[in-house]
């Protein structure tokens, strides 16, 4: 069956960095857009970062441009977030999710979502 296991996150500080990855397994992983989202206590799930199939075209919100790269290795059927210069506002559980739109990210496009990793980062 599909499965997408997130791992990674942890309680760090303001400025730091951290480094998610996403074993996929069950699907056909290097013909699918994957990315990553978030969700803090009390907000809605929002995108992140999206990538494409080939792993050449990404999509980045606003919010974490030149922070945060996204990456995967079709080889292995893995997805990884790199996060640096973190900030209290990141605090959220990250989640990855397969097969939809890469660039505009709405959720509800997506089929398959991980269990999500928590990423906590102090000031």
């Known amino acids: 069956q599909v499965q997408l296991v997130e791992s990674g996150g942890g309680l760090v500080r303001t400025g730091d960095s951290l480094r998610l990855s996403c074993a996929a397994s069950?699907?056909?992983?290097?013909?699918?857009?994957m990315g990553w989202f978030r969700q803090a206590p009390g907000n809605e799930r929002e995108p992140v970062a999206g990538i494409h199939w080939p792993g050449v075209n990404k999509h980045y919100e606003d919010f974490v441009k030149g922070r945060f790269t996204v990456s995967r290795d079709n080889a292995e059927n893995m997805l990884y977030l790199q996060m640096n210069n973190l900030k209290p506002e990141d605090t959220a559980v990250y989640y990855c999710a397969a097969g939809g739109n890469w660039e505009t990210m709405q959720p509800q496009g997506y089929a398959y979502w991980g269990q999500g990793t928590q990423v906590t980062v102090s000031s």
């Open positions: 069950g699907f056909t992983f290097s013909r699918y857009n």
